[in-house]
């Protein structure tokens, strides 16, 4: 059984992909189709992935999803939280 994939664990790979681009936050926000406080809400645990937000990410970053797709499955054990983020 493969291990679940946590919020922390899905922004992890999306900042891998976004150093790898070489983008700043504004712009890989922007690639995103989000806005750049949002990301950093994202980032910092303030606010959970929803279904629109990771239908964007899918979207726009297509290598992703299967991260998106095992976040989801995995949804459960951390309400699509960052472990030790905000309410």
Do not use: C
Not at 3 to 17: G, K, N, S, W
Not at 63 to 87: K, L
């Amino acid at each position: 059984m493969k291990p679940v994939m946590r919020a922390t664990d899905l922004i992890t790979a999306l900042e891998t992909e976004r150093e790898r681009r070489g983008l700043d936050h504004r712009a890989f926000s922007t690639l995103l189709g989000i806005h750049e406080s949002y990301w950093h809400r994202l980032r910092t645990g303030e606010r959970a992935f929803n279904l629109n937000t990771l239908t964007l990410v899918m979207q726009n970053l297509p290598g992703i999803t299967p991260e998106v797709t095992a976040f989801i499955v995995g949804q459960g054990d951390n309400d699509g939280r960052r472990e030790g983020g905000g309410a």
